[in-house]
């Protein structure tokens, strides 16, 4: 193994969901290193994390914090998690780049939980408005670049799609009206041999790893 990955619970961390994808896209030979997360913060991730918070990658020598530098870090070692067109890169990184940086009403209101129905919950008009952009951006991004598959950027599930997995999850679970393109993508995403997987070792976390904060919305 040549370094660590830290990440959070499968559960309910969707920035270590967006990490572990770009490591596992770069094929990266890491340990993983699941800290179960506490409400009000975790102590063992602080101790850990230049940032207090994971994902965190230490790979060969170098150690980086932040879901986009990680995915840049790992680009770096397997440039096909950008695409190949200088055009469809810059786009591919704005959009990834507007990810990191925003949709915070949808993140509030739709918690990442992978293991529970939440239908109709978390609808109120800021989250809407994020949805209702990135289903443009969705949209807009597999016209201009998707032909030849089911990703945003075509056959190859990309450093883009590993930034949008989670919300493609927070959809499956808070099932908000969206467009029958939306719903292919959603299912493509879902279908990703990294997804299922980490939907499966999501599903083997014990119970007392749970937290009330993100299993009693109403
Ligand atoms: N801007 C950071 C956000 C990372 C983040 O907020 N991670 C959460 C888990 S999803 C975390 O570590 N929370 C601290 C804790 O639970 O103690 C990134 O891009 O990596």
């Given amino acids: 193994m040549a370094g660590k990955l830290y990440i959070g619970n499968r559960r309910y961390s969707s920035w270590s969901l967006r990490g572990w994808l770009m490591v596992k896209l770069a094929g990266l030979a890491v340990e993983e290193v699941v800290i179960p997360m506490q409400a009000a913060g975790t102590p063992a991730i602080k101790a850990v994390s230049p940032n207090g918070l994971v994902p965190y990658l230490e790979h060969d020598g170098a150690k980086i914090w932040e879901t986009l530098a990680i995915a840049e870090y790992c680009a770096e070692l397997a440039p096909a998690l950008w695409p190949a067109d200088r055009i469809a890169r810059a786009h591919a990184r704005a959009i990834a780049a507007e990810m990191h940086a925003g949709f915070r009403a949808l993140r509030q209101a739709m918690p990442m939980n992978l293991g529970r129905d939440y239908a109709g919950l978390g609808?109120?008009?800021?989250?809407?408005?994020?949805?209702?952009?990135?289903?443009?951006?969705?949209?807009?991004?597999?016209?201009?670049?998707?032909?030849?598959?089911?990703?945003?950027?075509?056959?190859?599930?990309?450093?883009?799609?590993?930034?949008?997995?989670p919300v493609i999850a927070r959809f499956l679970t808070f099932a908000p009206?969206?467009?029958?393109?939306?719903?292919?993508y959603c299912a493509a995403v879902r279908q990703h041999e990294y997804v299922s997987q980490w939907y499966n070792l999501a599903a083997q976390e014990p119970?007392?790893?749970?937290?009330?904060k993100y299993e009693s919305l109403t």
């Fill in 123 to 165: 609808q109120n008009p800021e989250s809407l408005a994020d949805i209702a952009h990135i289903e443009n951006l969705f949209q807009s991004t597999r016209e201009k670049f998707g032909a030849g598959g089911p990703y945003l950027f075509g056959a190859s599930f990309n450093a883009a799609d590993a930034m949008f997995a």
């Fill in 177 to 184: 009206p969206l467009s029958e393109i939306t719903k292919a």
């Fill in 207 to 212: 119970e007392s790893w749970r937290l009330d």
